[in-house]
C-alpha cells in the first residue's frame, strides 16, 4: 500500500519545526471535517428515539468500531472518556474499588505517566490499597523479575505503559501481562503514547485495560478511550444513566466521538502504509545530524532500538536543555524539565533512570509526527547545533 500524503495543516505553515509531537498533535483537517455536521445540524441525543438520534446514534456506533479496529478489540469493548487520565482512573480506581480485597495491592514503575502515579497515591490515602512502584534500568525498562519478585496472592492490577512519553522506550507488554495473569492479577496499559505509532493488538499482548488518547494521534484534546476486555468488572467512574456500558454515565459527545474514531481510522491507514518506518528513518536522520555537529557531546537517552520510531530524547555534555531550546526560535520541542518559579527541575523520569543531575537537566526530546519533513529535520540540526555554540560559550 503506497503511503499517502496528509493535507497540509494550516497551523504549521508559516511557524517555527513542531518537533513536540509528544506533548500534543496538531488536529488533523479531515478529522476536524467529520466533526463538523455533528456540531451543527446532526445535534441529537444518541439516547433518544425519535429521527433526530438516528444519525448521532450510528455516528457514535461507527466511532466506536473505529477505535476497536486500531487496537485489535471488539466494538463494545470501548469506553469514551474525556480523556487519557480520565481513563486511567478508570481503569485503576475502577478494579481496587471492584475487588474484594481489604488491601488491595496493585503494582505499576517509576515512569509511568503522572495520571497513574498520582492515582496510585490517591488509592493507598483513600482506598486502603497497597501499591508497590517497580525501579526501572538505565534505559528505562522493567525488569520481567522485578515484576514477578512483586507479585502477590493480594495483587489486583498491574499497570505499565506501553511506551514512555519522554524517552520512547516501549516496555515488554506483553511478558509482563503473562506474569500478571499468571498470579491472577488483571493488566492496565497506558497506550497513549504508542497508538497509532506502532501496531498494537489487545489481543496479541493479552492485556485487560488499555487507554488511548485523542490528542496524542491528530484529534482533538478532550477525547480518548478505555479498552476494557470482556468480563472485566470495574466500578464507574461517573454514575448516572447508564452510558458507555454503565461505566461513565453523561450523555455522549459524538463530535468528539467521531473525530476520536476518524484519528484512528488514519491512524490504521498510515500504519499499514509505513508511516513507522518513514518517521524512523528521519528520526535518525535528525540524530545522526546532531551526532556529527557535536562530537563526543550527545548522549542518546533511553533504548537505541526498543523505542517508539518518531521519538528522540539526548543530552548534550555541558549544556542545559532549556538554555538550548531558548536560543533556538526556530523549532519548538520539550525538556524533560518542569519549570517552578523560575527553577528548572531535572526529569524525573531520567532520574530514575538513574542519570545524573546534569545529563537529567540537560535532556532534549525531539518528537516527530504526520508533517515532519526531511527539511524540518535539517533545520531543525542547524538549529540545535548553533544554539548549543550560543549558550555553552557564553558560560
Same mark, same amino acid.
Given at each position: 500500500?503506497?503511503?499517502?500524503?496528509?493535507?497540509?495543516?494550516?497551523?504549521?505553515?508559516?511557524?517555527?519545526?513542531?518537533?513536540?509531537?509528544?506533548?500534543?498533535?496538531?488536529?488533523?483537517?479531515?478529522?476536524?471535517?467529520?466533526?463538523?455536521?455533528?456540531?451543527?445540524?446532526?445535534?441529537?441525543?444518541?439516547?433518544?428515539?425519535?429521527? /433526530?438520534?438516528?444519525?448521532?446514534?450510528?455516528?457514535?456506533?461507527?466511532?466506536?468500531?473505529?477505535?476497536?479496529? +486500531?487496537?485489535?478489540?471488539?466494538?463494545?469493548?470501548?469506553?469514551?472518556?474525556?480523556?487519557?487520565?480520565?481513563?486511567?482512573?478508570?481503569?485503576?480506581?475502577?478494579?481496587?474499588?471492584?475487588?474484594?480485597?481489604?488491601?488491595?495491592?496493585?503494582?505499576?514503575?517509576?515512569? =509511568?505517566?503522572?495520571?497513574? +502515579?498520582?492515582?496510585?497515591?490517591?488509592?493507598? %490515602?483513600?482506598? $486502603?490499597?497497597?501499591?508497590?512502584?517497580?525501579?526501572?534500568?538505565?534505559?528505562?525498562?522493567?525488569?520481567?523479575?522485578?515484576?514477578?519478585?512483586?507479585?502477590?496472592?493480594?495483587?489486583?492490577?498491574?499497570?505499565?505503559?506501553?511506551?514512555?512519553?519522554?524517552?520512547?522506550?516501549? $516496555?515488554?507488554?506483553?511478558?509482563?501481562?503473562?506474569?500478571?495473569?499468571?498470579?491472577?492479577?488483571?493488566?492496565?496499559?497506558?497506550?497513549? $503514547?504508542?497508538?497509532?505509532?506502532?501496531?498494537?493488538?489487545?489481543?496479541?499482548?493479552?492485556?485487560?485495560?488499555?487507554? +488511548?488518547?485523542?490528542?496524542?494521534? /491528530?484529534?482533538?484534546?478532550?477525547? !480518548?478511550?478505555?479498552?476494557?476486555? #470482556?468480563?472485566?468488572?470495574? =466500578?464507574?467512574?461517573? /454514575?448516572?444513566?447508564?452510558?458507555?456500558?454503565?461505566?461513565?454515565?453523561?450523555?455522549?459527545?459524538?463530535?468528539?466521538?467521531?473525530?476520536?474514531?476518524?484519528?484512528?481510522?488514519?491512524?490504521?491507514?498510515?500504519?499499514?502504509?509505513?508511516?513507522?518506518?518513514?518517521?524512523?528513518?528521519?528520526?535518525? #536522520?535528525?540524530?545522526?545530524?546532531?551526532?556529527? !555537529?557535536?562530537?563526543?557531546?550527545?548522549? +542518546?537517552?533511553?533504548?537505541?532500538?526498543?523505542?517508539?520510531?518518531?521519538?528522540?530524547?539526548?543530552?548534550?555534555?555541558?549544556?542545559?536543555?532549556? #538554555?538550548?531550546?531558548?536560543?533556538?526560535?526556530?523549532?519548538?520541542?520539550?525538556?524533560?524539565?518542569?519549570?517552578?518559579?523560575?527553577?528548572?527541575?531535572?526529569?524525573?523520569?531520567?532520574?530514575?533512570?538513574?542519570? %545524573?543531575?546534569?545529563?537529567?537537566?540537560?535532556?532534549?526530546?525531539?518528537?516527530?509526527?504526520?508533517?515532519?519533513?526531511?527539511?524540518?529535520?535539517?533545520?531543525?540540526?542547524?538549529?540545535?547545533?548553533?544554539?548549543?555554540? !550560543?549558550?555553552?560559550?557564553?558560560?
Amino acid at each position: 500500500m503506497s503511503r499517502q500524503l496528509p493535507p497540509p495543516h494550516p497551523g504549521l505553515a508559516d511557524g517555527p519545526v513542531y518537533l513536540d509531537y509528544n506533548a500534543t498533535t496538531p488536529v488533523d483537517p479531515r478529522v476536524a471535517e467529520t466533526m463538523g455536521p455533528h456540531l451543527t445540524a446532526l445535534f441529537g441525543n444518541p439516547s433518544s428515539s425519535h429521527p /433526530y438520534s438516528v444519525e448521532p446514534r450510528r455516528a457514535l456506533a461507527r466511532a466506536r468500531a473505529q477505535v476497536a479496529d +486500531l487496537v485489535g478489540a471488539r466494538p463494545h469493548e470501548i469506553v469514551f472518556t474525556a480523556s487519557g487520565s480520565e481513563a486511567d482512573l478508570l481503569a485503576l480506581r475502577g478494579v481496587v474499588l471492584a475487588s474484594d480485597r481489604t488491601r488491595p495491592h496493585v503494582i505499576t514503575q517509576a515512569t =509511568e505517566h503522572p495520571a497513574v +502515579l498520582a492515582t496510585c497515591r490517591a488509592l493507598e %490515602r483513600l482506598h $486502603q490499597a497497597r501499591i508497590t512502584v517497580l525501579p526501572v534500568g538505565p534505559e528505562g525498562l522493567v525488569d520481567p523479575a522485578a515484576l514477578t519478585a512483586a507479585l502477590d496472592t493480594e495483587t489486583v492490577l498491574v499497570s505499565v505503559m506501553a511506551a514512555n512519553n519522554e524517552t520512547g522506550a516501549l $516496555q515488554p507488554v506483553r511478558e509482563l501481562a503473562a506474569l500478571a495473569h499468571r498470579a491472577g492479577a488483571l493488566f492496565h496499559c497506558d497506550a497513549a $503514547q504508542a497508538v497509532g505509532k506502532v501496531p498494537l493488538d489487545v489481543r496479541e499482548l493479552d492485556v485487560d485495560l488499555l487507554t +488511548l488518547v485523542g490528542h496524542k494521534m /491528530y484529534a482533538p484534546k478532550g477525547t !480518548a478511550a478505555l479498552y476494557v476486555r #470482556d468480563g472485566v468488572k470495574l =466500578e464507574p467512574v461517573v /454514575y448516572g444513566g447508564g452510558q458507555e456500558r454503565g461505566l461513565r454515565a453523561g450523555t455522549e459527545n459524538v463530535a468528539l466521538a467521531v473525530a476520536l474514531g476518524t484519528a484512528a481510522r488514519l491512524a490504521a491507514e498510515e500504519l499499514a502504509a509505513g508511516a513507522p518506518a518513514r518517521l524512523a528513518a528521519l528520526r535518525d #536522520d535528525l540524530h545522526a545530524r546532531l551526532v556529527g !555537529a557535536l562530537p563526543g557531546r550527545l548522549r +542518546l537517552n533511553g533504548p537505541d532500538g526498543q523505542r517508539l520510531p518518531n521519538t528522540l530524547n539526548v543530552s548534550i555534555d555541558s549544556a542545559r536543555g532549556h #538554555d538550548v531550546l531558548a536560543a533556538a526560535p526556530q523549532i519548538a520541542a520539550s525538556t524533560g524539565s518542569a519549570c517552578h518559579s523560575g527553577v528548572h527541575t531535572p526529569s524525573p523520569v531520567l532520574t530514575a533512570m538513574g542519570q %545524573r543531575l546534569a545529563r537529567a537537566s540537560g535532556a532534549l526530546r525531539l518528537s516527530l509526527g504526520r508533517w515532519s519533513t526531511a527539511e524540518d529535520v535539517a533545520t531543525a540540526a542547524r538549529a540545535l547545533t548553533h544554539a548549543v555554540t !550560543a549558550t555553552t560559550s557564553s558560560r
